[in-house]
């Protein structure tokens, strides 16, 4: 008898009238499944401890969280390639394409390759990245030097519930606004393709910087004027503070979640969700909330999900900007505690 009242239960909230269907979409930081080349091969190296633990082992404390949601974005932020030929600079960072495997024990449902890592071991290098990502099926979605002869270019479009999505990448946009006609088309052509809602990807900002450049304020403001739902960004490797304008979200910076060369920042990190009400009249954002996390380095390299009240309290107060940024809103102070915040039909709360 318990049984069945239970699912009676069930069934009439699901029968009732303008109970909206729900879609949850989340967002983590730089993930970089190689190392430094040089480093290639050594003990505690990421590829050496996926050989060591196995291809599930670096998302294997948050994978649950990133399948219950109803999609996944992650910046991948590697080269997979076997070639040796590479820029010359400090950072170059790989690894072989097999490795690419990783991202299907993660939870993770498509990937941004537009970073400034992407073009480490040159254009040939990258493509063998998007092979790579294409041999074990991992959605991607990025575009190197929009506007110019030598651009990449894929935009994203996944269907869920119902809902077509679109994802564009750029890499280190310019302050002076040049890119953002190249923007604004990418976002008109997702529309004309019946995209319900559009996320933005963006690498930009200061590395190890805790609060965006005064730029990005006005870039996002454009940016979201022009049609997008979300800018979600990530470069600076530590976490940066989150706002809103006109009701859709900015994540300047998610940080680092699984980075194989990670040198001593600050491991804070999060999954940041989306939650909204899939209406007759499209999506509806009602809730954004993060689940706080730390990230390891050598030898282990696993994101896990702070349980320490204090610990958490911590980590999303650095989510909360202090200052006022003319049409954008803070976050309040009780996010600290909440880790959540309700929208109220898409609206930001005063």
Request: proline share 5%; aromatic share 10%.
């Given at each position: 008898?318990?049984?069945?009242?239970?699912?009676?239960?069930?069934?009439?909230?699901?029968?009732?009238?303008g109970?909206?269907?729900t879609?949850?979409?989340?967002?983590?930081?730089?993930?970089?499944?190689?190392?430094?080349?040089?480093?290639?091969g050594?003990?505690?190296t990421?590829?050496?401890?996926?050989d060591?633990k196995g291809l599930?082992?670096?998302?294997?404390?948050?994978?649950?969280?990133?399948?219950a949601d109803?999609f996944?974005?992650?910046?991948?932020?590697?080269?997979?390639?076997?070639?040796?030929?590479?820029?010359d600079?400090?950072?170059?960072?790989k690894?072989?394409p097999r490795?690419?495997?990783?991202?299907?024990?993660?939870?993770v449902?498509?990937?941004?390759?537009?970073?400034n890592h992407a073009m480490d071991?040159?254009?040939?290098?990258?493509?063998?990245?998007l092979?790579?990502?294409?041999?074990?099926?991992?959605?991607?979605?990025?575009t190197?030097?929009?506007?110019?002869?030598?651009?990449?270019?894929q935009?994203?479009?996944f269907?869920v519930?119902?809902v077509?999505?679109g994802a564009i990448?750029?890499?280190?946009?310019?302050?002076?606004g040049?890119?953002?006609?190249?923007?604004?088309?990418r976002?008109?052509?997702?529309r004309?393709?019946?995209?319900?809602?559009v996320?933005?990807?963006?690498?930009?900002?200061?590395?190890v910087?805790?609060?965006?450049?005064?730029?990005?304020?006005?870039?996002?403001?454009?940016?979201?004027?022009?049609?997008?739902d979300?800018i979600w960004?990530?470069?600076p490797?530590?976490?940066q503070?989150?706002?809103?304008?006109?009701?859709?979200?900015?994540?300047?910076?998610?940080?680092?979640?699984?980075?194989g060369s990670?040198?001593?920042?600050?491991?804070?990190?999060?999954?940041?969700?989306?939650?909204?009400?899939?209406?007759?009249?499209?999506p509806?954002?009602q809730?954004f909330?993060?689940?706080?996390?730390?990230?390891?380095?050598?030898?282990?390299?696993r994101?896990?999900?702070?349980?320490?009240?204090?610990?958490?309290?911590a980590?999303?107060?650095k989510?909360?900007?202090?200052k006022?940024?003319?049409?954008?809103?803070?976050?309040p102070p009780?996010f600290?505690?909440?880790?959540?915040?309700?929208?109220?039909e898409?609206?930001?709360?005063?």
């Open positions: 008898m318990t049984r069945i009242l239970a699912l009676a239960a069930i069934l009439l909230l699901l029968a009732v009238p109970r909206a269907e879609l949850t979409l989340s967002f983590v930081g730089d993930c970089s499944i190689g190392e430094m080349a040089e480093n290639a050594k003990k505690g990421y590829t050496a401890t996926v060591e599930d082992w670096p998302f294997s404390l948050v994978r649950e969280y990133l399948e109803d996944t974005f992650a910046n991948c932020e590697t080269v997979f390639t076997d070639r040796k030929t590479h820029q600079k400090k950072t170059n960072l690894a072989p490795y690419a495997e990783v991202l299907l024990h993660s939870g449902d498509a990937v941004n390759t537009a970073n071991f040159l254009m040939e290098g990258y493509d063998d990245t092979s790579a990502l294409d041999a074990f099926g991992i959605p991607h979605f990025g190197l030097y929009p506007s110019t002869k030598r651009e990449r270019d935009v994203g479009v269907e519930k119902g077509k999505i990448g750029l890499s280190y946009p310019n302050d002076d040049s890119e953002l006609p190249a923007i604004q088309k976002i008109e052509d997702l004309a393709q019946g995209c319900g809602l996320i933005v990807s963006l690498h930009w900002g200061r590395e910087h805790d609060t965006p450049e005064n730029w990005q304020f006005s870039y996002a403001r454009k940016v979201i004027d022009l049609g997008a979300v960004g990530h470069h490797h530590i976490l503070q989150v706002q809103f304008y006109k009701g859709k979200p900015v994540f300047y910076s998610t940080g680092n979640f699984t980075f990670m040198r001593p920042v600050d491991p804070d990190t999060g999954i940041f969700q989306l939650r909204y009400d899939l209406t007759e009249n499209g509806v954002l809730n909330t993060v689940i706080p996390c730390r990230t390891q380095g050598s030898g282990d390299f994101p896990h999900p702070l349980t320490d009240e204090g610990e958490k309290a980590m999303l107060k989510l909360i900007y202090k006022t940024v003319k049409g954008m809103q803070n976050l009780s600290m505690e909440t880790g959540s915040i309700d929208l109220f898409g609206q930001f709360p005063e």
